[in-house]
């Protein structure tokens, strides 16, 4: 299976996160933001940007002269014997965030071993998460995490997922033509969210973006009842440009 989607903006601000947090690390002493440009090329706005970032995700931490140093997160995540539940409580305090930011409740999906695993959930009263009526690993044609996943794979990849999970009709605006399904994959652009227009289940609207790091494909979605569909593309657009922290979690 090969991936088919590039790198949108998150991805480039996780990247360069990524570079600032590496620069950093290698300065065990601390490094000044001055010194930080120079390393890193990048812009006094940019780095600005990021190393704020940075900070509120516990990576870095400004030192009393000023200099930046590793934070407590960099270090957890760095331990092989705590990095699994170390990455967990990062991305749900990433989910949360996100949640509370888009007022929706947020999801992240893995595509593993050709079969959709929604991995974490942030929901709350007031964003109550979709009920899953169907398995969503049987629902990828429907369901904008689905879409999303399977947008990020190859044809091959799509078509032997297609081949294990028949195209059932789970409303009347769910797509059951796999030709149709395939054409529109192939249409959506990455840097545009994967919308589900109640075609999973009647009365929710949902959206998705993809965060692959390196070859794990993977998603993050929202859902919202449809009487607040009017919100759907606002809130995915700030989904997506909440994506970078996710990314860097998964690649540190």
Not at 182 to 190: E, H, I, N, T, V
Not at 215 to 244: F, I, K, Q
């Given at each position: 299976?090969?991936?088919?989607?590039?790198?949108?903006?998150?991805?480039?601000s996780?990247?360069?996160a990524?570079?600032?947090?590496?620069t950093?690390?290698?300065?065990?002493?601390?490094?000044?933001?001055?010194?930080?440009?120079?390393?890193t090329?990048?812009?006094?706005?940019?780095?600005?940007?990021?190393?704020r970032?940075?900070?509120?995700e516990?990576?870095?931490?400004?030192?009393?002269?000023?200099a930046?140093?590793?934070?407590?997160?960099?270090?957890?995540?760095?331990?092989?014997?705590?990095?699994?539940?170390?990455?967990?409580?990062?991305?749900?305090?990433?989910?949360?965030?996100?949640?509370?930011?888009?007022?929706?409740?947020?999801?992240?999906s893995?595509?593993?071993?050709?079969?959709?695993?929604v991995t974490q959930?942030?929901?709350g009263?007031?964003t109550?998460?979709?009920?899953?009526w169907?398995?969503?690993?049987?629902?990828?044609?429907?369901?904008?995490?689905?879409?999303?996943?399977?947008?990020?794979?190859?044809?091959?990849?799509?078509?032997?997922?297609?081949s294990?999970?028949?195209?059932?009709?789970?409303?009347?605006?769910?797509?059951t033509n796999?030709?149709?399904l395939?054409?529109?994959?192939?249409?959506?652009?990455?840097?545009?969210?994967?919308?589900d227009?109640?075609?999973y289940?009647?009365g929710?609207?949902?959206?998705?973006?993809?965060?692959?790091?390196?070859?794990?494909?993977?998603c993050?979605?929202?859902?919202?009842?449809?009487?607040?569909?009017?919100?759907?593309?606002?809130?995915?657009d700030t989904?997506?440009?909440?994506?970078a922290?996710?990314?860097?979690?998964?690649?540190?």
């Amino acid at each position: 299976m090969a991936l088919k989607r590039e790198s949108t903006a998150p991805y480039h601000s996780a990247q360069d996160a990524l570079r600032v947090l590496e620069t950093v690390a290698r300065h065990t002493t601390g490094i000044t933001d001055v010194e930080l440009a120079r390393h890193t090329g990048l812009g006094t706005e940019r780095l600005t940007a990021l190393l704020r970032m940075l900070r509120r995700e516990g990576y870095v931490e400004q030192l009393a002269d000023g200099a930046y140093a590793t934070g407590e997160a960099f270090g957890r995540l760095g331990s092989v014997r705590d990095r699994d539940e170390a990455l967990r409580v990062q991305l749900q305090r990433n989910l949360d965030r996100l949640r509370d930011s888009v007022g929706a409740a947020v999801y992240m999906s893995r595509y593993v071993d050709g079969e959709i695993h929604v991995t974490q959930c942030a929901e709350g009263p007031a964003t109550p998460a979709v009920n899953e009526w169907v398995d969503f690993r049987s629902a990828a044609h429907a369901s904008a995490i689905g879409k999303s996943l399977l947008g990020q794979l190859d044809l091959n990849g799509r078509r032997d997922h297609l081949s294990r999970h028949r195209m059932a009709r789970l409303t009347s605006r769910t797509i059951t033509n796999e030709r149709v399904l395939l054409s529109r994959l192939d249409a959506q652009a990455p840097t545009v969210p994967v919308l589900d227009l109640q075609e999973y289940a009647i009365g929710t609207v949902c959206a998705a973006v993809p965060i692959t790091a390196g070859s794990a494909v993977g998603c993050l979605a929202l859902s919202l009842p449809v009487e607040h569909a009017h919100r759907l593309r606002e809130a995915a657009d700030t989904l997506n440009r909440g994506a970078a922290p996710v990314l860097l979690s998964l690649a540190i």
